[in-house]
């Protein structure tokens, strides 16, 4: 995990920054899409780095092969779904930089999920599935505060909300049939408010590489010693 911040920041301070005031963070990225590439390419990497840091479920714990099998496909159809969204806000809006807006997403309150009980060396299956789902519930109520981001990405926000809600619902009917459902009580916690476009687009940007992120960690699935 430091490995990526230390390249990040590397890549951060040599890019350069030669911005006009009307364009922000948007001619790097256009006269150098190798550049992009790249950089989206490390994010990735990163993510799924800091996924294989943490510690699999031990040999008392199980779930069943057809929950694991169904989370893998939902996981992989969010990631092409968030990707393709992502290119899009690059491609029309120039906002292809996640680490260069990390400030404006601390003031404008947009949270990130966590998954320490999913890494945690005293790690316990229902409090891993808990944040599972807290966390896809909290992604679900920022995708919906990116309503009206822009005519022509409506869609594609719409269809990935309802994609991690689907997620949402697979991961708490597992904790039903487990029998912890009833001891958690769901909840999105405080959305973030855009004050402009340019602030609900940004925002956009924030909202989907955190999602990739957290969907990078939610791989620890595959690690869980699945029922036959």
Request: net charge neutral.
């Amino acid at each position: 995990m430091a490995f990526c911040i230390k390249a990040l920041r590397s890549r951060s301070l040599t890019e350069p920054r030669a911005h006009s005031p009307s364009t922000p963070m948007a001619e790097p990225a256009a006269q150098n899409p190798m550049r992009l590439m790249a950089l989206q390419l490390l994010l990735w990497l990163c993510a799924l780095w800091t996924g294989q840091e943490a510690t699999p479920l031990g040999p008392g714990s199980s779930l069943p092969r057809s929950f694991l099998l169904k989370c893998s496909e939902q996981v992989r159809k969010i990631q092409m779904a968030s990707a393709e969204l992502q290119e899009k806000l690059c491609a029309t809006y120039k906002l292809c930089h996640p680490e260069e807006l990390v400030l404006l997403g601390h003031s404008l309150g947009i949270p990130q999920a966590s998954l320490s009980s999913c890494s945690s060396q005293a790690l316990q299956l229902t409090g891993c599935l808990s944040q599972l789902h807290s966390g896809l519930l909290l992604h679900q109520g920022l995708l919906q505060a990116l309503a009206g981001i822009s005519p022509k990405l409506a869609l594609s926000v719409d269809m990935l909300q309802l994609d991690v809600a689907d997620f949402a619902s697979t991961v708490w009917q597992q904790m039903e049939d487990l029998g912890v459902a009833s001891a958690m009580r769901p909840t999105q916690g405080t959305m973030p408010t855009f004050a402009s476009a340019f602030q609900r687009r940004a925002g956009g940007v924030l909202v989907i590489s955190h999602l990739q992120s957290f969907l990078g960690l939610a791989h620890h699935f595959q690690y869980y010693p699945a029922q036959p």
